[in-house]
T-cell receptor, first 113, second 114 residues
Framework: GESVGLHLPTLSVQEGDNSIINCAYS??????FIWYKQESGKGPQFIID?????DKRQGQRVTVLLNKTVKHLSLQIAATQPGDSAVYFCAENGKTGFQKLVFGTGTRLLVSP | DAGVTQSPTHLIKTRGQHVTLRCSPI?????VSWYQQVLGQGPQFIFQYYEKEERGRGNFPDRFSARQFPNYSSELNVNALLLGDSALYLCASSFSVGVSGEQYFGPGTRLTVT
């Protein structure tokens, strides 16, 4: 089935801390995964992606880890800043033959100064 | 460069009415997808269009339809509106049609059905 969230878990951190946001995906056939950041009143913003032939990918202050064995994805944000406060979604694109993203539950990140 | 644009920003409709939402993709992007995001949930896929043809459809009733124009802009139409159609409607564009293409989202249209 598809992942649909009914309750947003929240992660509260202090400015400067490292944040880790976790996601369990549902389709073992998925071969492409993306993390999006969504601020209030805005559309999702692309952060970083990873293909299933990789287990780690790094960007600027962000790292995505993929564990296909347990169908788990994580987003690490280094030196978290107040501007990082938002809802974070993981998304997978199973082998449907077209661009259908299936979004996870979402995690609200709150960064305190 | 301009990102994905959507219009209108907000819309209030009555049950049973019809609504048309519009999307302009990033310049050079030929694929447009539509998503519905109900408050507190992640976006749900509705349609993907590429080169004016429907490439994929999610689990939405036939009241939902869309089309893509020669300039790659797109419209989402919803007939016989229900209260449950109240949501943020997101448009995403991508350069390629491949399943691993990066999708860039617009700000969305907030639809309220009363």
């Amino acid at each position: 089935g598809e992942s649909v969230g009914l309750h947003l878990p929240t992660l509260s951190v202090q400015e400067g801390d490292n944040s880790i946001i976790n996601c369990a995906y549902s389709n073992s056939a998925s071969d492409y995964f993306i993390w999006y950041k969504q601020e209030s009143g805005k559309g999702p913003q692309f952060i970083i992606d990873i293909r299933s032939n990789m287990d780690k990918r790094q960007g600027q202050r962000v790292t995505v880890l993929l564990n296909k064995t347990v169908k788990h994805l994580s987003l690490q944000i280094a030196a978290t800043q107040p501007g990082d406060s938002a809802v974070y979604f993981c998304a997978e694109n199973g082998k449907t033959g077209f661009q259908k993203l299936v979004f996870g539950t979402g995690t609200r990140l709150l960064v305190s100064p | 460069d301009a990102g994905v644009t959507q219009s209108p920003t907000h819309l209030i409709k009555t049950r049973g009415q019809h609504v048309t939402l519009r999307c302009s993709p990033i310049s050079g992007h030929k694929s447009v997808s539509w998503y519905q995001q109900v408050l507190g949930q992640g976006p749900q896929f509705i349609f993907q269009y590429y080169e004016k043809e429907e490439r994929g459809r999610g689990n939405f009733p036939d009241r939902f339809s869309a089309r893509q124009f020669p300039n790659y802009s797109s419209e989402l139409n919803v007939n016989a509106l229900l209260l449950g159609d109240s949501a943020l409607y997101l448009c995403a564009s991508s350069f390629s049609v491949g399943v691993s293409g990066e999708q860039y989202f617009g700000p969305g249209t907030r639809l309220t059905v009363t």
